[in-house]
């Protein structure tokens, strides 16, 4: 007998069902089936499987749960996250009737999986938890891992960081040990996730473009896609635009053949910040709607928390305050809704700038002291440093240069001790020179302006292409006004 053919009778045998050898290892081949059209993104076959596996089951009741698993699975590959739900609560209560303990594992997890991708992240919590409880039991170590990893992904969103790292942790050791390279692919892509929310860049950087070469080793499309998603943020971040731009683009291009709406509308996002910074606030926006209208259609609400909150820092650039305080209180809604922490401690400082602004320094203060709150309560230091940025803003504007000169102070202070990811360093510096001019400390506060030129030229020599560094510099009205005092003070010299 060949290893193959011993292999599909002996999982056969230890399935669950009442039929025959001959119905169970079908099903088996099936299984395995399924792993191969995930792994390649094959959506025609998964469908085609779905429905062979539900005809089984109208013909034997112990297929009900495998079928309703399956038609779960296959309703969050086209994003009908509602319906998935759905699916999985009916395989729940056709696994826990025929008193099938791993199936009912399974269907949690599932549920927890539907619950996730519709931004309900307690009950995601909640279900994975009893599938996590139930699989420890059976003493099934790779799918209990694969629950720690998604249990860290939830955290993860929620801004619990260390308790992500840990169920990550948790998870890494088991595929290690299994030597189970897909899985591994998806951990350090989500501990990656963890390191650029707490600011550690060079470790995320690595270990994306370690995850990106498991991948297409692998042929795993949909892997490959979240990476090139990943990498280009990264690059983005860098002010490595065409670099950015080249990844994205790549995703797309897979996005659209495999049909995974999601991720597209996740690098359309990150296209749209890509050509905020440019100065196409106009092209930006066009993105970001097509984007958003994806997330609504699929309930995606994190989904759409991410798109507004690029909605408002883009009229914020093209300077309508009003209308991205308006897309800023809309972000903080959903993110109060769903408890998406990172979103809503950053809408929170945003709205303290936006505040400032437009003159309502009272609300600007309350703003800002919420998210400084909440930024050192799930450890974001870019968060941080934005919000004692805004709240020094404030105070200036206030006339109370004292408390402005404490803020910035403390900001400085942080800034030294950490490599923050989302503190554009020209703004930064540029307004502690307007604090430090306003106290009267003429020579540090050139200095600031000096070094806020050079982040800003630093930022621009970055981008080869003449027109895309001129278009750049000519972005937005901070990045203007910080070269034109630059310049009036050269010519006072």
């Not at 099936?30 to 059209?37: A, C, F, K, L, N």
């Not at 699929?298 to 883009?314: F, H």
């Not at 959903?334 to 303290?352: F, G, M, P, W």
């Amino acid at each position: 007998m060949s290893k193959i053919i011993g292999w599909i009778i002996s999982n056969a045998k230890n399935f669950p069902g009442k039929t025959s050898l001959e119905d169970e290892i079908p099903f088996v081949i099936w299984q395995r089936q399924w792993e191969v059209y995930d792994v390649t993104a094959d959506r025609q076959g998964s469908e085609k499987l779905a429905r062979s596996i539900s005809l089984l089951a109208e013909a034997d009741r112990s297929y009900g749960s495998q079928a309703s698993y399956y038609l779960s699975a296959l309703a969050v590959y086209r994003a009908n996250y509602k319906e998935a739900l759905e699916f999985s609560r009916k395989g729940l209560e056709q696994a826990v009737g025929s008193g099938d303990r791993e199936g009912t594992a399974r269907m949690y997890d599932q549920m927890g999986e539907a619950s996730y991708h519709l931004s309900d992240y307690a009950g995601a919590t909640e279900y994975r938890m009893k599938a996590l409880e139930i699989f420890n039991e059976l003493g099934h170590d790779i799918k209990a891992a694969d629950v720690n990893s998604d249990l860290g992904l939830t955290c993860w969103r929620i801004g619990s960081y260390a308790q992500a790292l840990e169920y990550y942790s948790q998870a890494q050791n088991t595929y290690e040990k299994e030597n189970d390279v897909r899985r591994q692919i998806s951990v350090k892509s989500n501990v990656a996730g963890v390191y650029l929310r707490t600011d550690r860049i060079e470790e995320a950087f690595d270990l994306y473009q370690q995850a990106y070469a498991l991948s297409q080793k692998m042929g795993d499309l949909i892997k490959q896609s979240t990476m090139l998603n990943n990498i280009g943020v990264i690059l983005l971040r860098r002010s490595e635009y065409k670099e950015a731009l080249a990844y994205l683009q790549r995703g797309v291009g897979i996005d659209r053949t495999i049909g995974n709406i999601t991720g597209e509308a996740s690098k359309l996002n990150n296209m749209a910040v890509m050509e905020g910074i440019l100065g196409n606030h106009d092209k930006a926006l066009s993105y970001l709607e097509k984007a958003l209208q994806i997330d609504i259609s699929t309930g995606n609400l994190n989904g759409q928390a991410s798109k507004l909150n690029n909605m408002a820092d883009l009229w914020a650039m093209k300077q309508d305050y009003k209308k991205a305080l308006e897309y800023s209180l809309e972000t903080i809604d959903l993110s109060r809704k769903i408890n998406a922490k990172d979103y809503l401690c950053h809408s929170l400082v945003k709205n303290s700038e936006l505040c400032t602004l437009l003159g309502r320094c009272r609300e600007a203060i309350e703003y800002g002291r919420e998210g400084i709150t909440l930024a050192r309560e799930i450890g974001s230091n870019s968060a941080i440093i934005l919000g004692l940025s805004y709240m020094a803003n404030v105070y200036l504007k206030l006339g109370d240069t004292k408390t402005a000169m404490d803020y910035s102070d403390e900001s400085l202070e942080l800034l030294k001790k950490q490599n923050v990811f989302e503190v554009a360093l020209e703004k930064y510096y540029f307004q502690r020179y307007e604090i430090l001019k306003a106290v009267g400390r003429e020579k540090q506060s050139m200095e600031c302006l000096e070094t806020a030129y050079r982040e800003l030229v630093k930022r621009a020599q970055e981008i080869h292409d003449p027109e895309e560094r001129n278009k750049f510099l000519n972005s937005t009205i901070d990045i203007r006004t910080i070269t034109q005092e630059w310049k009036k003070m050269k010519d006072s010299l």
